[in-house]
C-alpha cells in the first residue's frame, strides 16, 4: 500500500493542479468534496489533508467548511487560499473581506523558519529577509491569528499571508502553491507531502495502472474460478 494525501475540494478552478503537484512529488492522492463525512475523513487513511481553495467567502457560505475529524486525525494539514481562511475560522480565527484584493504576482515576506518554508525562497533583501514569488487571487484576509497558531508568511497589504500551528503540523498559506507563477510551490508541496506528511514518494502513474490491472485481472481470475467451480458441481445433464 502506498502513503496517500487526501485533497478536499473547496470549488477551485485550479484543485487538480493541487493533485498533480502531489503526484509529481511521487505521492498518490484523491480529491473528495470538501462535504465528505467525518467516518469517510477518518477511514481514508490519509497521512496528510490539503484544503483547497475556492471563489466563496468563509463569512458568507458557513457551510463550506472541512469535516472536524480532519483537525482531529493527528495527520499534517494545508490550507491554501480558502483552505486556509476555513481553517483558520474553524480554528478560532477571524477573516474579513480585504479592501485591497490581491489578483496576480506578488512577493510574499517568510517569518518563523517554520518547517514548511524553511530554506525556500526566490531572493532575500538586504535585510536578509528570505522572499517568495508567488501568486495570488484573494479578497479576503485572516485579521486574527488563531490560538496556537504564528505567522508564517506576510505582504505589505496583507500581514498574515500565511500562518502556522507546529505543534498540530497545521498550515495555511494565502497564495497558490499549485500554479506555475508561484515558482517554488511545486517544492513547498513536496515539503508538506514528503517532508511533513512523511509520505515515502514511492508511487508513480505508471506503477499504478500495473498495479490497478493486476487487482482487476486477480478479481476477474477470483471469479472466473468461482464461476467454473459452480459450473462444476452442476450435473451434467442440468448444464445442457
Known amino acids: 500500500m502506498h ?14 493542479l493541487i493533485a498533480r503537484r502531489v503526484r509529481e512529488a ?19 487513511g490519509a497521512k496528510g489533508v490539503i484544503l483547497s481553495g475556492s471563489h466563496a467567502s468563509t463569512y458568507e457560505d458557513h457551510q463550506l467548511r472541512a469535516p472536524q475529524a480532519v483537525y482531529e486525525l493527528g495527520v499534517p494539514v494545508l490550507g491554501i487560499c480558502y483552505g486556509m481562511f476555513t481553517m483558520a475560522v474553524q ?23 517554520t518547517a514548511l518554508l524553511q530554506g525556500i525562497e526566490d531572493f532575500s533583501t538586504p535585510e536578509g529577509h528570505g522572499m517568495l514569488k508567488v501568486w495570488m487571487s484573494h479578497g479576503d484576509k485572516v485579521t486574527a491569528l488563531p490560538p496556537g497558531f ?7 497589504s496583507c500581514p498574515i499571508a500565511g500562518m502556522a500551528d507546529e505543534a498540530r503540523r497545521f498550515y495555511g498559506v494565502q497564495f497558490h502553491p499549485e500554479v506555475t507563477h508561484t515558482v517554488q510551490g511545486a517544492e513547498i508541496l513536496d515539503r508538506f507531502v514528503r517532508g511533513i506528511c512523511g ?11 500495473d498495479e490497478a490491472v493486476a487487482r482487476i485481472r486477480e478479481q476477474v481470475g477470483a471469479r472466473r474460478s468461482s464461476s467454473a467451480c459452480r ?9 445442457r
Open 150 to 156: 504564528k505567522l508564517m508568511a506576510s505582504t505589505p
Open 231 to 239: 459450473a462444476a458441481s452442476i450435473p451434467a445433464w442440468r448444464r
Open 91 to 113: 480554528q478560532g480565527g477571524q477573516v474579513e473581506a480585504s479592501e485591497h484584493r490581491e489578483f496576480g504576482y506578488a512577493e510574499v515576506r517568510a517569518h518563523g523558519h
Open 199 to 209: 509520505c515515502a514518494g514511492d508511487w508513480i502513474m505508471g506503477s499504478y495502472i
Open 26 to 44: 511521487h505521492v498518490y492522492c484523491e480529491i473528495h468534496p470538501n462535504d465528505v463525512s467525518d467516518e469517510f475523513v477518518r477511514g481514508f
Open 3 to 16: 502513503d496517500k494525501i487526501l485533497i478536499l475540494d473547496f470549488g477551485s478552478q485550479v484543485t487538480q
